[in-house]
């Protein structure tokens, strides 16, 4: 079985990372209309390249280690995938809360007053976004291109943003109050109260070949700048 291998963040970092949805399509050509009739099925898969900056020699031997351990196209490399443009919590609630434009004395007391300053009759107010990153709201089958989130998050989850479930990756076409349309479809079947993970979407990729991983060692201080082409791995 396919070991799965980190890559730590901290020490290989990228200056440049890009996703495409590859697919193969058929065609025999322009007919005599001169149209050209596509035969389509949904094989869509993420190819990616990922260039990471020059490394010092911490992160350089970080890498030789990773190349040794992913052996070609043998094992499988966990990578992080860059969420911007969408609303996401990133470990300090009141942040999060103030990036929503939740005013300091509602965030001290918990809960968000009326306009006008007045309260529930219990004393109590609105309660404060929830930073939880969504969960499915039902069970969701493989080949599934929509679902319905739960959660604050879940529900202003932007257009072009992802999300990943199991290190499969996936990205939202459009977002109606948590009902989401994505592609591509779902690899595998999701369970209720599954987890959309939002924040820090991950993906299972291998190298597209057994060159694409080569840290080269300057003068045994630093390494230069690498890229690494990559593509889905389905297996689990």
């Given at each position: 079985m396919a070991r799965v291998i980190d890559i730590d963040d901290a020490l290989l970092k990228r200056k440049h990372e890009n996703f495409w949805l590859d697919l193969d399509d058929v065609s025999a050509?322009?007919?005599?209309?001169?149209?050209?009739?596509i035969v389509f099925t949904e094989n869509r898969?993420?190819?990616?390249?990922?260039?990471?900056?020059?490394?010092?020699?911490?992160?350089?031997?970080?890498a030789i280690?990773?190349?040794?351990?992913?052996?070609?196209?043998?094992?499988k490399l966990r990578i992080s995938v860059q969420n911007e443009?969408?609303?996401?919590?990133?470990?300090?609630s009141n942040d999060f809360h103030r990036s929503l434009g939740v005013s300091e004395a509602d965030i001290a007391r918990g809960f968000i007053e009326f306009s006008d300053g007045t309260r529930f009759s219990d004393g109590s107010g609105f309660s404060l976004p929830d930073h939880d990153d969504p969960v499915f709201v039902?069970?969701?089958?493989?080949g599934a291109s929509t679902a319905l989130l739960d959660g604050y998050i879940g529900r202003n989850l932007s257009p072009v943003a992802g999300f990943s479930v199991n290190d499969f990756y996936y990205r939202v076409?459009?977002?109606?109050?948590?009902?989401?349309?994505?592609?591509?479809?779902?690899?595998?079947?999701?369970?209720?109260?599954?987890?959309?993970n939002i924040s820090a979407p991950k993906m299972q990729v291998r190298l597209a070949s057994k060159e694409d991983w080569r840290p080269f060692v300057e003068y045994a201080l630093y390494g230069r700048e690498m890229?690494?082409?990559?593509v889905e791995a389905f297996d689990r």
């Open positions: 050509g322009g007919g005599l209309s001169g149209r050209d009739q898969r993420w190819v990616g390249k990922l260039d990471f900056r020059a490394m010092p020699i911490d992160a350089v031997r970080n280690g990773v190349g040794d351990q992913v052996r070609g196209r043998a094992n443009g969408t609303l996401q919590f990133v470990g300090n039902y069970d969701t089958p493989a076409e459009s977002n109606e109050d948590g009902s989401i349309v994505f592609n591509p479809p779902l690899r595998e079947a999701v369970l209720a109260n599954s987890l959309a890229s690494v082409n990559v």
